[in-house]
T-cell receptor, first 114, second 116 residues
Framework: DSGVTQTPKHLITATGQRVTLRCSPR?????VYWYQQSLDQGLQFLIQ???????AKGNILERFSAQQFPDLHSELNLSSLELGDSALYFC?????????????FGPGTRLTVT | AQTVTQSQPEMSVQEAETVTLSCTYD???????LFWYKQPPSRQMILVIR??????QNATENRFSVNFQKAAKSFSLKISDSQLGDAAMYFC?????????????FGKGTKLSVKP
């Protein structure tokens, strides 16, 4: 158990819908990262937050957005869902952005768009 | 942009034997960090080993060791005395040094099977 929690574990929804994925980082971790794992694209970085502020953006679609709240939990919002958005979405957390601190991954949320 | 390439989609090893997984990367940076992550069927991402590019000594963690060749931009993972529990997807990952951006760049992965 990494200490990072993600809810829900599984999510099945229809095209065009909107969903919210939630992540609670390990206690004391300020930095949260979102990654998408799909068969086509592999594991790719979406977005990073540090202590409530956006720090870096990767290959995140405009239909996707995220935020980190004062209690440091983070939410990833996916809208106008398409079949290709079906993937495993990971959240990872670390103390800060420094390399010396390991990124601890949550168990992931499996999103299926039908 | 940095890229990570794992040229072996699948590998197989006999229990108790040694296997080496390959990884190459492309970067113009001189300081960076490299990682191997394991993803078993449970889907959990687990850090196996990490290497700082400025260190010439290869990292070792119990049965896991790396062969880091900076000039060749190669970072292979050697698993000794393979165990059934080593069966998983293995991802090589890169992280740049410095700055506030700590995201990882992953390769496509290598699926390792361990035969009893």
């Amino acid at each position: 158990d990494s200490g990072v929690t993600q809810t829900p574990k599984h999510l099945i929804t229809a095209t065009g819908q909107r969903v919210t994925l939630r992540c609670s980082p390990r206690s004391g971790d300020l930095s949260v990262y979102w990654y998408q794992q799909s068969l086509d694209q592999g594991l790719q970085f979406l977005i990073q937050y540090y202590n409530g502020e956006e720090r870096a953006k990767g290959n995140i679609l405009e239909r996707f957005s995220a935020q980190q709240f004062p209690d440091l939990h983070s939410e990833l919002n996916l809208s106008s869902l398409e079949l290709g958005d079906s993937a495993l979405y990971f959240c990872a957390s670390s103390v800060d952005s420094s390399w010396v601190y390991e990124q601890y991954f949550g168990p992931g949320t499996r999103l299926t768009v039908t | 942009a940095q890229t990570v390439t794992q040229s072996q989609p699948e590998m197989s090893v006999q229990e108790a034997e040694t296997v080496t997984l390959s990884c190459t990367y492309d970067t113009s940076e001189s300081d960076y960090y490299l990682f191997w992550y394991k993803q078993p069927p449970s889907r959990q991402m687990i850090l196996v080993i990490r290497q700082e590019a400025y260190k010439q000594q290869n990292a070792t963690e119990n049965r896991f060791s790396v062969n880091f060749q900076k000039a060749a931009k190669s970072f292979s993972l050697k698993i000794s005395d393979s165990q059934l529990g080593d069966a998983a997807m293995y991802f090589c990952a890169y992280r740049r040094d410095g700055g506030s951006q700590g995201n990882l760049i992953f390769g496509k992965g290598t699926k390792l099977s361990v035969k009893p």
